[in-house]
């Protein structure tokens, strides 16, 4: 059964930082490309970075350059999103998923197989 738990969601200053992680199973790790995304309330989901696991290649959307690493751990089949200087309007559900092409495309969501069940970032003021 193919899973991706994301967790280490919560609450934060702004300005403050957070570690998002992305457990996988049930796949060959090392074959995908993992992407984070996001979903504020009332809003599309957007991709916010991407890390190709074979080779640690990473993409990021501009609002985040800078602020967020992705990493990955292929011994411990984990993706990680490190998070800093966060600011308001990075409060959303944060996502994690696994796509096959690993061409490291962000605004394609139909390209992700599998999507792990969110976590919730909230960051105040």
């Known amino acids: 059964e193919v899973q991706l738990q994301a967790s280490g969601g919560g609450l934060v200053q702004a300005g403050g930082s957070l570690r998002l992680s992305c457990a996988a199973s049930?796949?060959?790790?090392?074959?995908?490309?993992i992407g984070w995304f996001r979903q504020a309330p009332g809003k599309k989901r957007e991709g916010v970075a991407y890390i190709i696991n074979r080779d640690g290649r990473t993409v990021y959307a501009d609002s985040v350059k800078g602020r967020f690493t992705i990493s990955s751990d292929n011994a411990k089949n984990t993706v990680y999103l490190q998070m800093n200087r966060l600011k308001i309007e990075d409060t959303a559900v944060y996502y994690c998923?696994?796509?096959?092409?690993?061409?490291?495309?962000?605004?394609?969501?139909?390209?992700?197989?599998?999507w792990g069940q969110g976590t919730q970032v909230t960051v105040s003021s």
């Open positions: 998923a696994a796509e096959p092409y690993r061409v490291g495309v962000l605004t394609d969501l139909q390209l992700y197989d599998y």
């Open positions: 049930g796949f060959t790790f090392r074959d995908y490309g």
